[in-house]
C-alpha cells in the first residue's frame, strides 16, 4: 500500500487538522443546541381588485351589458328577451310605478345590464340613460325598486385666450375650446362690438366657469366673469357685477363701472354677415342699374335663424305685405322704431311688450329676395337712418354708492386677466379652481 505524500510543511499540516477538528466540534455543538427549523408552507395571494363603483354597484361583482335602444324596444320586451318572464315584469313595473317612468324609450339612448355571476342567466339590474345629467335604476332581484338619480355636477372656473384669424366661431374650435363660449362672447360685446367686422389679429381673453358630469362631459357654460377683447388694436374690458340686488340686475361694466349694455343691439340675429348695408344711392342691375335707395341694413341668414328685438318696446304692426313679406315693427319710444322684414314666420302679435333679446320670429325669404335674410329698419325721431352711425343711449350705469364695491370686486380679476399669456403654446383652457355646486349621489 501506498501512503499518499502531502507537500505541505509539517507545522501547516497540523495547523490545518486542528483547525478542522475545532470546527467539526462547534458546529456538532451548534446543530445539538440549535432548533430544529419548521417548513413553511406558502400560500398563494390572492389580490382582490379595488371596487368600481358604478350606479351604485361595484361592477366588480356583475358582468356588465352595455346596449341601446333599438326601434321596437320597450322596457318588457327588452326583460322578457333577458329571460325574466312576463309575470315578473308585472311586479316589477307594479313595483316601480309612480317611481320612475320606462314607457318611453328612447331610440339610440343607452342602458346597462347587470348580471350576477352566477348561475342564474336574469339581469340583476336595469340601468337607463337618456341624458348625461342622469339615470334611470331599475333593480329586477332582490328587493324590486326604481329610482332616478341626478349626477353630480362639477362648475369648473378656466381661462382661455385666443387670437382671431377668421371667425369668433372658427377661432374657438381651433383653439379646442367650447364653441358655446363664442355665443357667450358675443352676448357680453352685443352692444360695444361689430362681429360681423371682427379683423385678423382681434385677440381675446375670457375667465369662464364650465359645469361637467363624470369630471369630463361638459353640460354647457355657466357665466362669463370676465373678459378683455381687444378689437382693432382697441382695449375693452367687461366683468360681471350685480347693479342692483332688489331686483337681482346683473350687468357688465368696462374697466371704469361704465354698463357695457346699450339701449339697442347691434344687430337683430347672431353671427350672420351683412349682405347690404344701408345705402341712399344704391344702384340695382334688376331696375336698369337705376339709384334705388336702401334704408334698411340686410342680415343674410340660414332659413328660420331666430330675429330677436333689439331693444325693448310694444308691437306695433306683425302683418304681411307684398313689398315686406311677414314683418313686425316695434315701438321702443317716443323716439326709437325698428322694422323686421321678410321672415319666414312672426312670433308675437299687436300689443305685445317684448324685452331686448327676444325672439319676435324667424330668417325667412317672404316677398322678392335674393336670397334669406332679415332687412332691418331704423327709425329716430320718425326719420329713417343708419343704425350703425348713431350713438345709443347707454343703460343704467353703476350707482355712485355700488363704484367702490365694484372696483374692489373686479381688482383680482383684472389681474388675473392680465396674467393670462397670447403665447401660441399657452393651454387655452386652464383649470384654475374647482366648485361644487351640485353633489346628488
Known sequence: M????SYFPLSYSKTVLFCGFLAFTLSLASSCNAPTPKLVEEKEVVEVPPPKMKYGYDLNQFQVVYKKIRRGDTFGAILEANGIDYPQVYEILQAIKGKVKVNRLQIGKPYTLLYSQDSIPTPYAFIYEPGVESYTKIQLRDSLFGEKVSKPIRTVELQAAATIESSLYETMIKSGLNDQLTYYLADVYAWTIDFFRLQKGDRFKVIYTERFVDDSISIGIEEIKAAY???NGKPLYAFKFESDSLVGSVDYFDANAKNLRRAFLKAPVKFS???S????RRRIKFYGNRIKPHRGTDFAASVGTPIMATANGTIEKASYSRGNGNYVTIKHNNIYQTQYL??????VRVGQYVKQGDIIGW???TVLTAGPHVCYRFWKYGKQVDPFKQKLPAAKPISENLKNQFFTAIESLKYDLECIPF?????NTKRIADHHDTTQP
Open 363 to 365: 330668417v325667412g325669404m
Open 423 to 427: 403665447e401660441p403654446d399657452f393651454l
Open 273 to 275: 354677415r351683412i349682405s
Open 2 to 5: 501506498k501512503l499518499a505524500v
Open 277 to 280: 348695408r344701408y345705402n341712399l
Open 229 to 231: 377683447f381687444e378689437h
Open 342 to 347: 321678410h321672415m319666414k314666420k312672426r312670433n
